[in-house]
């Protein structure tokens, strides 16, 4: 219990280090000019890849590499869900940028849910 514990905490840390550091991407996109959807897709792409050796790291203590296509993969769903909530808070009158900052709170905890179940599964 303990273990799942120091777990979930540095998810948070490193969830909330990834989600600003993916929100940045996003919001100096957008800043710059950049339409929100392209900006979305690019500070994904950026993001995914930021994110994968720290949840791996630090999260799931997972040393192998070869999850990066199951992590890749999952990012996909990841993304899709993010863009179904992000579309939803533009329709009901939200900012891009609130948008966005709308949506890491429920994309976090899915993301959570599907990277320990389908691509770090087994780990402590």
């Given amino acids: 219990m303990r273990s799942a514990a120091a777990q979930f905490v540095r998810f948070l840390f490193v969830g909330a280090l990834n989600a600003l550091f993916g929100y940045s991407v996003f919001a100096g996109l957008t800043l710059a000019g950049m339409p929100a959807m392209p900006a979305l897709v690019l500070a994904y792409v950026v993001g995914v890849l930021f994110n994968f050796?720290?949840?791996r790291r630090l999260v799931?203590?997972?040393a192998a590499r070869s999850s990066l296509l199951r992590f890749i993969a999952a990012y996909v769903v990841i993304y899709l869900f993010n863009l179904w909530l992000f579309k939803l808070a533009e329709a009901a009158g939200?900012?891009?940028l609130l948008a966005q900052a709308l949506c890491l709170p429920p994309v976090a905890v899915f993301s959570f849910l599907l990277l320990k179940s389908q691509v770090f599964r087994?780990?402590?």
């Fill in 53 to 55: 050796f720290t949840a």
């Fill in 60 to 62: 799931f203590s997972h």
């Fill in 94 to 96: 939200a900012s891009a």
């Fill in 122 to 124: 087994g780990r402590p």
